[in-house]
């Protein structure tokens, strides 16, 4: 399994974006980038996922490299209940299906 | 529509017993992932299920066990617990089981602890 990398804590303050870094440098073409959070408490909860194009959703952005070797997760104004560890993950379009998780990184925000 | 649901929440058990987990997923998913999580190997893929039959599994022994039923329902079993076993142990499901987007929804997790 293709390994990503990752900031083990980060810290921000409410209100503003918060950028998180993600490097998965033996990306290979099959591999999609998902991202998941978990919050205190909570089973991980589905952020985003994308492939070569930059995604948008409710909840936030991802901005992944030309060479698909770095992504990053955009929260565009970070709450106190963003608090969480972020995982980036990078899955197989086809064949094993199985999410594998880093260690990700813990976000800290102040208020 | 209901989360994936998960039972019990807390359990409690000795080393050498077995124990056995239940995991509803969301309706209409017919995919049930299991997953481990504990502070020193993170979250730990275990196994997957697709119309009652195992499709993908992790690298875990074999007094790691699971099944699924029609309704999808699934359910895990460890026997000869361990003090190692103890663990957050997540089920995930999701409405297919390839395909190039699909998300897994995660319960809330059974904390074992064994003692």
């Known amino acids: 399994d293709a390994k990503t990398t990752q900031p083990n804590s980060m810290e921000s303050n409410e209100e503003e974006p918060v950028h998180l870094p993600c490097n998965h440098s033996t990306i290979s073409g099959t591999d999609y980038i998902h991202w998941y959070r978990q919050l205190p408490s909570q089973g991980p909860e589905y952020v985003i996922h994308?492939?070569?194009s930059n995604v948008n959703n409710r909840m936030a952005s991802l901005a992944i490299a030309e060479d698909r070797k770095s992504s990053t997760l955009i929260l565009h104004r970070a709450t106190l209940r963003d608090a969480a560890v972020y995982y980036c993950?990078?899955?197989?379009?086809?064949?094993?299906?199985?999410?594998?998780f880093g260690q990700g990184t813990r976000l800290t925000i102040n208020p | 529509k209901a989360g994936v649901t998960q039972t019990p929440r807390y359990l409690i058990k000795t080393r050498g017993q077995q124990v056995t987990l239940s995991c509803s997923p969301i309706?209409?998913?017919?995919?049930v992932s299991w997953y481990q999580q504990t502070p020193g190997q993170g979250l730990q893929f275990l196994f997957e299920?697709?119309?009652?039959?195992?499709?993908n599994k992790g690298n875990f022994p074999g007094r790691f066990s699971g099944r699924q039923f029609s309704n999808s329902r699934s359910e895990m079993n460890v026997s000869t617990l361990e003090l190692g076993d103890s663990a957050l142990y997540l089920c995930?499901?999701?409405?297919?089981?390839?395909?190039?987007?699909?998300?897994?929804?995660f319960g809330p997790g059974t904390r074992l602890t064994v003692t």
């Open positions: 299920y697709f119309s009652e039959t195992q499709r």
């Open positions: 995930a499901s999701r409405t297919q089981i390839s395909g190039s987007a699909y998300e897994q929804y």
């Open positions: 994308g492939l070569t």
């Open positions: 309706s209409g998913h017919r995919s």
């Open positions: 993950i990078l899955r197989l379009i086809q064949g094993a299906q199985k999410l594998v």
